[in-house]
């Protein structure tokens, strides 16, 4: 009888579970989505989330007790102190690339810039993997972006421009951000909106010339760069004629919740990034990339001054986009991941800045499929090795990917038909939900 309710269970189930798995995957619900919150330049650990209160490294802030009992944050993060039980602070990250370049391809993409493969960046390995329910909205957007230190680390690699980041308001191309009327920064997308003396009659006659200039051309191409070429032009052109571009226009945003995310293009870009996500986008990254000392927390001198003026931008706009998104319902279903791509000495030089250290520094993790409320790994009483928890960029991709609900073995196709993991390493069990 047992062999009979199994062998008859499982012939029932194998005509109805593929459709239920379907009709999972394809509810807007369940859907997982990612954003990424990147520090160009490496933040300081000691001076944001590992604190050395007491030690010479410890400088001059102060620790602020979260809502967790015994976990401290800086005293220039007090709202996220009070979301801390939100939050799994890695605090075990050690890795080997102590240059910018290196460093943000390596935390970038899960690889080190070596060797033919162009690996893609992990905005475009997960846009590949958890898909878009939206034509018109590109799966993978970035904020904000310094690309400046190393191109590659933002590129789609091996999957293709498909996958490729529309950049929104990026901070390396001077002049590109200006405030508008209200003293927001206006973050847009580059030639969305066609010239003012171009009109519908025009427009449609520029379309249908470029059309059949294409057509021949790309039939006998598709596989190749003209008929990537091509995806990415119609992709342009559906948004710009799609209702969903307007998850790019904040104004119509309330004025206080503006506020509250800050007036800076880092908090604007989180707001613009609870919108995406609303309207289903698997992936965005916000970039907190310059700032008045130099380019972001690359802060060799006057450390002090320059984090606590980043700090409470980034305490501003993580915090208000965490409330935002659980007001929404999306919290549970948005991972997020802060990182740069190193830290930053416990030592402070003679210029009062800290330099390059990617030796025991911190990442944090929030959101969905993740059990906040802890700091994972621990650090020397100076700062300047890891003691419990080491973790490399291996093993926060595989947690990552785990949190999302694809799996530490999740894979890309490279041009050559070999799969290449988006993580080699294990999930830390610890910090997942």
Request: glycine letters at 12%; one cysteine or more.
């Amino acid at each position: 009888m047992q062999s009979m309710a199994a062998g008859w269970g499982t012939v029932s189930a194998s005509g109805w579970f593929p459709e239920l798995a379907r009709a999972l995957a394809n509810d807007p619900k369940r859907r997982r989505h990612c954003i990424l919150l990147w520090m160009s330049g490496g933040p300081t650990q000691t001076d944001t989330f590992d604190m050395k209160p007491g030690h010479p490294n410890g400088g001059e802030f102060r620790e602020t007790q979260t809502n967790v009992p015994g976990l401290r944050f800086s005293e220039h993060l007090p709202k996220l102190a009070t979301m801390a039980d939100q939050l799994a602070i890695m605090r075990g990250m050690s890795t080997k690339e102590g240059d910018h370049g290196r460093g943000t391809y390596l935390m970038r993409t899960g690889y080190k810039p070596m060797g033919p493969e162009q690996y893609p960046s992990i905005g475009a390995s997960l846009a590949n993997q958890l898909g878009s329910p939206s034509p018109a909205l590109p799966p993978n957007v970035s904020i904000g972006s310094y690309r400046s230190f190393n191109q590659d680390a933002f590129s789609p690699g091996f999957l293709g421009p498909k996958f490729g980041p529309l950049f929104v308001g990026a901070s390396d191309l001077p002049g590109s951000i200006t405030n508008d009327e209200d003293g927001y920064p206006e973050l847009q997308v580059q030639s969305m909106s066609r010239p003012a003396d171009i009109d519908d009659q025009r427009m449609s006659q520029r379309l249908q010339m470029w059309r059949q200039l294409q057509s021949g051309f790309v039939k006998s191409r598709t596989g190749g760069a003209a008929g990537a070429h091509n995806e990415v032009y119609e992709g342009a052109l559906q948004l710009m004629n799609s209702e969903d571009a307007k998850a790019f226009d904040l104004s119509d945003e309330p004025a206080k919740l503006r506020d509250q995310y800050g007036a800076t293009v880092f908090g604007q870009g989180c707001l613009m990034a609870r919108r995406l996500i609303q309207r289903g986008v698997p992936f965005v990254e916000v970039s907190l990339g310059t700032s008045s000392g130099g380019v972001g927390w690359d802060t060799h001198s006057d450390n002090f001054s320059a984090v606590k003026d980043l700090s409470t931008v980034l305490d501003d706009g993580w915090s208000t986009l965490m409330r935002d998104l659980a007001d929404h319902g999306l919290l549970e279903s948005t991972t997020i991941i802060w990182m740069g791509e190193f830290g930053r000495t416990p030592t402070i030089n003679a210029n009062a800045g800290r330099d390059h250290f990617p030796g025991a520094w911190t990442t944090v993790l929030a959101g969905g499929g993740i059990a906040g409320g802890q700091a994972y790994g621990k650090t020397s009483p100076d700062g300047t090795q890891v003691e419990d928890g080491v973790t490399t960029v291996q093993h926060l991709l595989a947690t990552l990917c785990s949190a999302l609900g694809i799996g530490a073995e999740a894979a890309n196709m490279n041009l050559s038909g070999r799969p290449i993991p988006i993580a080699e390493g294990f999930p830390i069990d610890e910090v997942l939900a």
